[in-house]
């Protein structure tokens, strides 16, 4: 008798299991979805809201603290008005949330793009303060997997908008942008979820480079 609870026991848990995460990866298809259809800041700030309910209830996923983040960067790019610090500092939030279930490359990434977004606000006075933590993050990332090739995309991006006078440039930032694209040509992302963006992106850039 002790047995037959067990079993009913394992297979009710079981089922448990697999319920929670066919429900997860059904909030993780809708989302990503939205976000490839979405056209204005207010679509991706839901998206991100959204994105954060799913990784609260969760609580052992970090994609959907990434994706809330990267929907909130988009947004902030897509309406000049807004309030660029505000937005950074939430983006900030959500990934040291995503950071404490994994030290993912991709978040570290996004840790980079975050310092872009706000030391775009005020260029001249704010590069020696945001720069650096950029750059950190970058090194991060590749500590953690120096083979993701979005790394040497957004390396490629900083080099290619820095004055050659500052150590940037075309010429600098081509060989980074090759090996983004060669990168990509092998990479795989872990699954249907995990970020698998800059592809095109990267290949547009050392087209850029080339003319």
Known sequence: MKKFILAVSILIVSQSIVSAQSKFEGAMAKGLEQMKAAKSSAEVTELSSFFERVGDAEKT??????????????????????????????????????????????????????????????????????????????????KVDATNPRIYYLEGMTV???????????????????????????????????PNWGKEEAEKMLESCNN
């Open 61 to 142: 996923q970090w994609l959907p603290y990434y994706y809330a983040a990267l929907s909130l960067y988009k947004g902030a790019w897509m309406d000049q008005k807004t309030d660029k610090d505000k937005v950074a500092e939430k983006c900030k939030e959500l990934i040291t949330k995503g950071q404490v279930i994994e030290k993912s490359a991709d978040l570290y990434c996004l840790v980079q793009q975050v310092a872009i977004l706000q030391m775009m606000v005020d260029p001249m006075s704010r590069w020696q303060t945001y720069g650096p933590i950029a750059k950190a993050a970058l090194a991060d990332a590749k």
């Open 160 to 194: 290619f908008n820095t004055p050659e006078a500052f150590g940037g440039g075309k010429a600098l930032a081509k060989p980074i942008f090759e090996k983004s694209v060669e990168l990509f040509k092998t990479y795989k992302p872990a699954t249907q979820f995990h």
